[in-house]
């Protein structure tokens, strides 16, 4: 059964490395060409014109690469794996059209903030009204309606309070990735280290799963996960395409992922922590993209009551520019924080079952 994650990471990266350059020259052709601001950084400035949409590339690359680790293992797909394969593809859609109206139609600003709300408040009701739905042999659905850090807890939420509660969830986290892809291979690089603890998250909750309770020295200890190694397999098919994308992506780009990405990989992250019990955890999994949208939010609410501006420019990579760090020192040193932002979730989701125990 493991050989899905092997296969699915495998495939997701070969694809987008031998995928990614034909559609640069596609894109190129077209002249579908990234817009940079006047008042960024001026290093920014030669950026424009660089393909951008390049999200296309691995969110096929994810969805190829899914299924064909199961045509190859023949193991079927699952109700919990569609569900975040349909999140990521439909936030990606709604990036696709703002990328689209920004770069062909000649309309700086993309998208209607009130167009581009409602395409993403359809998709992520839909996600979360299905995630209800299609119970297994012990009850389980893809989502739970009660908050979960590690694992689920406290009281039922209910179905009302539960869509709420995954629309704020997706939304944060596509408006977080999108925020920090303002440098390349930033937001890819991050992502894919979140994509790799989630791989491990869904391979220990599959071993450690309460429908093999009874082959647990503590029953108690175990997880009420629909279909965890499932979401392993689209992790790592995430974590695959993201790092072969990034070999394009890194300095200099020669390809940005655009809304189409950022959006769809925001949504990827919500979805696997709604479907993998894991809802507050990613906040620290994914901490970078946590600790830029503050910075931004911080920067906001500043100006607004007192008129100053806490940071040179927000988010909080360009504020570091400005200071006169290379985009490449600090593309690094985030990805550092990342890292151990990553290192220390995985930690507490470690911790969490070994109090169990």
């Known amino acids: 059964m493991m050989k899905q994650i092997l296969f699915a990471g495998v495939i997701g990266l070969f694809l987008t ?37 390049g999200g296309i590339a691995f969110i096929l690359a994810t969805i190829i690469a899914y299924f064909l680790s199961k045509v190859i293992t023949g193991y079927p797909p699952t109700f919990s794996g569609l569900l975040v394969l349909g999140l990521m593809a439909g ?9 689209y109206i920004k770069i062909v139609k000649r309309r700086s600003l993309g998208l209607r903030a009130k167009a581009k709300m409602a395409g993403q408040l359809i998709v992520g009701i839909g996600f979360a009204v299905l995630a209800l739905q299609f119970a297994d042999n012990r009850g389980n659905t893809p989502a739970s309606t009660k908050l979960s850090f590690v694992q689920d807890f406290g009281w039922t939420i209910g179905p009302v309070l539960f869509v709420i509660w995954a629309l704020f969830m997706i939304l944060a986290m596509s408006n977080g990735v999108n925020l920090t892809d303002g440098l390349d291979g930033l937001a890819t690089g991050a992502a894919t280290m979140v994509f790799g603890a989630y791989t491990f998250i869904g ?9 093999n309770a009874n082959t647990l020295t503590n029953p108690s200890a175990c997880y009420e996960v629909r279909d965890p190694l499932d979401l392993a397999v689209v992790a790592a098919a995430l974590m695959g395409a993201c790092f072969g994308f990034l070999w394009w992506n890194t300095s200099p780009a020669k390809i940005f992922m655009g809304d189409t990405g950022s959006l769809a990989l925001g949504g990827a992250l919500a979805g696997l922590a709604i479907c993998s019990r894991t809802e507050l955890l990613v906040a620290l999994l994914g901490g970078l993209f946590v600790l830029i949208t503050m910075s931004v939010v911080i920067q906001v609410g500043s100006f607004r009551l007192t008129g100053r501006r806490v940071f040179r420019m927000a988010p909080l990579q360009h504020h570091f520019e400005l200071k006169g760090w290379s985009e490449v020192l600090v593309v690094v040193r985030f990805w550092i924080i990342q890292g151990m932002c990553v290192i220390v979730g995985l930690g507490l989701f470690y911790a969490g079952w070994a109090a169990q125990k």
């Open 17 to 53: 490395l031998i995928g990614t350059p034909l559609l640069i020259k596609l894109l190129a052709r077209k002249g579908y060409g990234q817009y940079i601001r006047d008042d960024g950084p001026r290093e920014h400035h030669s950026k424009r014109g660089t393909p951008t949409m």
């Open 91 to 99: 936030m990606g859609l709604v990036g696709f059209l703002d990328d």
């Open 203 to 211: 391979v220990w909750q599959f071993q450690e799963s309460c429908a």
